[in-house]
């Protein structure tokens, strides 16, 4: 039977164009499910847009916008962005579609039912940056640490979720299932706000206009966060269609920023405890840019606009930076100068110069065709890289290939084909085939992480289209580039470029 996977992305506030760092999620969770397509899963990746936030309501207020019309522009903005990107998403869920209200309608009836909603009175400062309250211990000179700006102290009448209730059973099951929250210092930190600071949320607003109204008090609104964390669940059928529902909950990973690790490692999970649903299987915060050593903010003006970088390298080359330059959970920064520098070092010296001698001698000593069959292997090499990429080490997985690169750079110089040819014919013969193979092995490693450059590759060795997506375990053993086959050799897959 085909496993499933079931991949997500936050929702994005639609308040600004996606930057880098949106980029950045989107790419990591495109990469997975590319993986997991690779291997013959049925995937479904999703997406979207975190519409009833009040980010969104100022936006629109500045713009002189009725709000609808704003997030209608803004998300269809974003959908053609990450289209442009080449992201695979299935779907692209809007927290302002009718099928996301119902589910959240049956989702918040659910939550009802078990007795976790009750009235109070809700006291303290707000921040919309964060869309969050914040203790008065964690304000400075009356402002967000975060997003530096002066908070209203509110007081209204609110629901709110008895997220305490779940205290125990949420650290019952971090610790039963270790690969819940990844990595380990976000477990950490999950737990300790769990243990000791982890309070009863209000999840209503009695002042807001925009939203979801709450189902129980039209008059208020609700909480953003309590509706857009339902996506993971209406993007899927939740309320409208049980069986493709069935087929894909519980998701296998919720990728997230490290900044929303808390909503997503307890709230969440406290959520859909209570509403009868099982958890997620995993939950991964990777970690975030800077850009040349300074927070990403639209303020400073900054923000790096990833379709103008796409434009301007090539998708593949800003994918290839974005995973290999920082460990994925750990934090980073992007800087044009060392992209290019990775560019020319990784792309142009690296995979696009081995492509190319390889294809290249096949033309000059083979008559442009595979030779005969010769035994060999890349098990190791597919080993360590499937592990790598379950652990969602996507830095490591690149690096594996990367490996396997400069071992076959080696074997080359070491070989010396041009030699060859004068003194070992079969020989070369031999060491053509070996070096064709493994070169479709690197085109298939390299799919999920950098599909045009894999394309290409695989289609000047003339491996078929429609057997990349197929028969996996057949794919990753030796051999199945057959002789004969005619070789297409194709423009330099990444010209050197200037600084
Ligand atoms: N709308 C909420 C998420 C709701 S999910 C139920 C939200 N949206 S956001 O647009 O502000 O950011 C979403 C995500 O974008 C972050 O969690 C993170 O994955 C990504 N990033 C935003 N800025 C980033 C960096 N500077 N670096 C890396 N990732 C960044 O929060």
């Known amino acids: 039977m085909k496993s499933r996977f079931y991949v997500t992305t936050p929702i994005y506030y639609v308040n600004a164009d996606p930057h880098i760092g949106h980029a950045y999620t989107s790419f990591a969770a495109d990469v997975l499910a590319r993986y997991h397509r690779l291997r013959g899963d049925e ?23 009725p709000v609808q019309k704003y997030v209608d522009e803004m998300s269809a903005r974003w959908r053609t962005i990450f289209d442009s990107l080449g992201i695979t998403n299935d779907d692209f869920i809007r927290t302002t579609e009718p099928r996301h209200r119902k589910g959240v309608e049956k989702f918040i ?6 007795g976790d909603i009750y009235p109070g009175t809700y006291q303290g400062y707000y921040c919309v940056g964060c869309e969050a309250f914040v203790g008065e211990v964690d ?5 967000c640490p975060i997003h530096q700006i002066k908070l209203k102290k509110i007081k209204e009448k609110n629901y709110f979720f008895k997220l305490t209730k779940y205290r125990k059973k949420l650290l019952d099951h971090i610790n039963k299932y270790p690969e819940f929250i990844q990595p380990e210092t976000r477990k950490n930190e999950v737990i300790r706000y769990i243990t000791d600071f ?13 939203g979801i109204p709450f189902p129980g008090d039209e008059k208020q609104a609700l909480y953003v966060w309590f509706d857009a964390l339902v996506n993971y669940l209406t ?3 939740y309320g409208l269609d049980a069986k493709k529902f069935k087929k894909f909950w519980p998701a296998d990973v919720h990728l997230v920023g490290k900044d929303i690790i808390k909503f997503h490692c307890a709230l969440w999970p406290a959520m859909l405890m209570s509403a009868g649903l099982e958890l997620p ?7 975030y840019f800077t850009v040349n050593g300074e927070k990403i903010s639209k303020s400073l003006g900054n923000t790096i606009d990833p379709l103008a970088a796409s434009q301007k390298f090539g998708i593949d080359a800003l994918r290839y930076y974005l995973l290999r330059e920082i460990p994925f ?4 920064d992007y800087s044009e100068t060392r992209l290019v520098e990775r560019y020319n070092s990784d792309l142009a010296n690296g995979i696009g110069n ?3 001698r390889i294809l290249s001698m096949a033309e000059k000593y083979a008559d442009g065709k595979v030779p005969k069959h010769v035994p060999g292997s890349a098990a190791p090499t597919w080993q360590s890289y499937e592990l790598k990429m379950k652990e969602l080490s996507l830095d490591g997985a690149l690096s594996d290939i990367w490996d396997l690169i400069r071992t076959l750079d080696g074997f080359i110089d070491r070989e010396q084909p041009w030699v060859l040819a004068k003194t070992n014919p079969k020989h070369l013969q031999a060491t053509l085939y070996t070096l064709l193979e493994s070169l479709r092995h690197v085109g298939l490693l390299l799919w999920p992480f950098m599909p045009e450059t894999a394309e290409k590759i695989l289609d000047s060795l003339g491996v078929l289209e429609s057997s990349r997506q197929n028969n996996y375990d057949k794919n990753k053993s030796w051999g199945t580039l057959k002789a004969e086959t005619k070789i297409r050799k194709t423009a330099p897959l990444f010209p050197r470029r200037d600084i």
């Open 235 to 237: 993007g899927i059928g």
């Open 198 to 210: 982890m309070e009863d949320v209000s999840i209503t607003r009695q002042s807001q206009k925009w």
């Open 139 to 143: 304000t400075v000179d009356g402002k």
């Open 109 to 114: 009836n659910a939550v009802q039912r078990s």
């Open 329 to 332: 959970g750990g934090d980073g």
């Open 354 to 356: 081995l492509a190319s």
């Open 43 to 65: 995937v479904f990746f999703l997406t979207g847009t975190d519409e009833n936030s009040q980010k969104n309501v100022e936006a629109a207020e500045k713009r002189k916008m």
């Open 281 to 287: 299987k995993r939950v991964f915060a990777h970690g």
